[in-house]
Protein backbone atom coordinates (compact mmCIF):
# COMPACT_ATOMS: atom_id res chain seq x y z
CA UNK A 1 0.00 0.00 0.00
CA UNK A 2 1.30 3.30 -0.93
CA UNK A 3 -0.24 6.57 0.59
CA UNK A 4 0.99 10.03 -1.25
CA UNK A 5 0.20 13.53 -0.23
CA UNK A 6 0.47 16.49 -2.48
CA UNK A 7 0.64 19.69 -1.05
CA UNK A 8 1.52 23.34 -2.56
CA UNK A 9 -1.43 24.42 -4.61
CA UNK A 10 -3.03 27.91 -4.39
CA UNK A 11 -3.79 30.63 -6.44
CA UNK A 12 -0.99 32.49 -8.38
CA UNK A 13 -0.89 35.04 -11.54
CA UNK A 14 -0.15 34.40 -14.37
CA UNK A 15 3.26 34.17 -15.54
CA UNK A 16 4.01 33.36 -11.39
CA UNK A 17 5.44 29.93 -10.39
CA UNK A 18 4.25 27.26 -7.88
CA UNK A 19 6.03 24.45 -6.54
CA UNK A 20 3.75 21.15 -5.92
CA UNK A 21 5.05 18.25 -3.35
CA UNK A 22 4.04 14.87 -3.24
CA UNK A 23 4.97 12.62 -0.48
CA UNK A 24 4.71 9.06 -0.42
CA UNK A 25 4.72 6.58 2.69
CA UNK A 26 6.57 4.09 1.37
CA UNK A 27 10.42 4.49 -0.16
CA UNK A 28 10.50 6.15 -3.57
CA UNK A 29 13.25 3.24 -4.83
CA UNK A 30 10.45 0.78 -4.87
CA UNK A 31 8.29 2.70 -6.80
CA UNK A 32 8.50 2.15 -10.54
CA UNK A 33 7.02 5.77 -11.48
CA UNK A 34 5.88 8.54 -10.01
CA UNK A 35 4.26 11.13 -12.14
CA UNK A 36 1.82 14.32 -11.31
CA UNK A 37 -1.53 14.20 -13.24
CA UNK A 38 -3.96 16.93 -13.48
CA UNK A 39 -8.15 17.69 -14.37
CA UNK A 40 -9.15 20.90 -15.08
CA UNK A 41 -13.32 21.24 -14.75
CA UNK A 42 -15.04 19.17 -17.62
CA UNK A 43 -12.19 18.16 -19.04
CA UNK A 44 -10.26 14.30 -18.84
CA UNK A 45 -7.39 13.53 -16.47
CA UNK A 46 -3.89 14.49 -18.19
CA UNK A 47 -0.44 13.54 -17.56
CA UNK A 48 1.74 15.87 -16.99
CA UNK A 49 4.71 14.63 -16.28
CA UNK A 50 6.72 11.70 -14.64
CA UNK A 51 9.73 10.65 -13.33
CA UNK A 52 11.01 6.50 -12.87
CA UNK A 53 13.00 5.16 -10.17
CA UNK A 54 15.99 5.85 -12.64
CA UNK A 55 15.36 9.32 -13.07
CA UNK A 56 13.75 9.28 -16.51
CA UNK A 57 11.51 12.00 -16.91
CA UNK A 58 8.85 12.73 -19.86
CA UNK A 59 7.03 15.83 -19.77
CA UNK A 60 3.37 16.80 -21.47
CA UNK A 61 4.33 18.96 -24.81
CA UNK A 62 1.93 22.03 -22.84
CA UNK A 63 4.52 21.95 -20.00
CA UNK A 64 7.81 21.32 -21.77
CA UNK A 65 10.35 24.21 -21.07
CA UNK A 66 8.30 25.18 -18.09
CA UNK A 67 7.18 22.19 -15.62
CA UNK A 68 10.41 20.64 -13.94
CA UNK A 69 9.74 17.18 -12.07
CA UNK A 70 12.18 15.34 -9.48
CA UNK A 71 12.92 13.46 -7.04
CA UNK A 72 14.47 13.38 -3.67
CA UNK A 73 14.92 10.13 -2.44
CA UNK A 74 16.12 10.90 1.09
CA UNK A 75 12.73 12.84 1.33
CA UNK A 76 10.83 10.22 -0.28
CA UNK A 77 9.24 12.91 -2.21
CA UNK A 78 8.62 14.33 -5.61
CA UNK A 79 8.14 17.55 -6.73
CA UNK A 80 7.04 19.93 -9.53
CA UNK A 81 8.00 22.97 -9.80
CA UNK A 82 5.90 25.11 -12.25
CA UNK A 83 7.32 28.31 -14.10
CA UNK A 84 5.72 30.46 -16.38
CA UNK A 85 2.06 29.76 -15.32
CA UNK A 86 -1.17 30.32 -17.57
CA UNK A 87 -4.80 30.71 -16.85
CA UNK A 88 -4.74 27.18 -18.59
CA UNK A 89 -3.05 25.24 -16.53
CA UNK A 90 -5.67 25.98 -13.70
CA UNK A 91 -6.54 22.08 -12.50
CA UNK A 92 -6.54 19.91 -9.54
CA UNK A 93 -3.28 18.18 -9.35
CA UNK A 94 -2.92 15.10 -8.78
CA UNK A 95 0.06 12.47 -7.65
CA UNK A 96 0.32 9.04 -8.75
CA UNK A 97 2.48 5.87 -7.88
CA UNK A 98 3.10 2.99 -9.83
CA UNK A 99 4.17 0.31 -7.30
CA UNK A 100 4.47 -4.01 -7.81
CA UNK A 101 1.77 -3.35 -10.91
CA UNK A 102 -0.88 -1.12 -8.18
CA UNK A 103 -1.62 2.22 -9.14
CA UNK A 104 -2.14 4.52 -6.46
CA UNK A 105 -3.69 8.19 -6.10
CA UNK A 106 -3.49 11.35 -3.98
CA UNK A 107 -6.17 13.40 -3.28
CA UNK A 108 -5.03 16.74 -5.26
CA UNK A 109 -4.27 19.79 -4.86
CA UNK A 110 -5.94 22.65 -6.72
CA UNK A 111 -3.79 24.89 -8.56
CA UNK A 112 -5.46 28.23 -9.96
CA UNK A 113 -3.60 30.41 -11.93
CA UNK A 114 -5.84 34.08 -12.40
CA UNK A 115 -5.09 37.80 -12.27
Known amino acids: QVQLVESGGGLVQPGGSLRLSCAAS????????MGWYRQAPGKERELVAAITSGSKTNYADSVKGRFTISADNAKNTVSLQMNSLKPEDTAVYYC?????????WGKGTLVTISS
Open 26 to 33: VNIFTIYT
Open 96 to 104: NAVRDGMLY
